[in-house]
């Protein structure tokens, strides 16, 4: 296998798992929203939420800017 194989290969993945760990965090606010309708969250747990999920959002962005090249 050749070094540009591998890395072609590389890549795919990394843009696979950065598509997985975003989907993960939108389902996850899904989730929170709709405990929050039921009434089984508050609103600070709500914000907690979303503070941890905006700044996992930035940890992929970040990685992708670093690591996945543009298309």
């Known amino acids: 296998?050749?070094?540009e194989?591998?890395?072609s290969?590389?890549?795919n993945t990394?843009?696979?798992q950065l598509a997985?760990?975003?989907s993960c965090a939108q389902l996850n606010l899904n989730y929170a929203s709709s405990q929050q309708l039921k009434g089984?969250?508050?609103e600070g747990e709500m914000e907690t939420?979303?503070?941890m999920n905006k700044e996992m959002l930035k940890v992929i962005?970040?990685?992708k800017a670093d690591y996945v090249p543009e298309a």
Do not use: C, G, P
Request: glycine fraction near 0%; charged fraction near 30%.
């Open 49 to 51: 939420i979303l503070r």
């Open 61 to 63: 962005s970040d990685i």
């Open 20 to 22: 997985y760990f975003k």
């Open 40 to 42: 089984l969250i508050t």
């Open 1 to 3: 296998m050749t070094i």
């Open 5 to 7: 194989k591998m890395n």
């Open 9 to 11: 290969e590389a890549e």
């Open 14 to 16: 990394m843009q696979r």
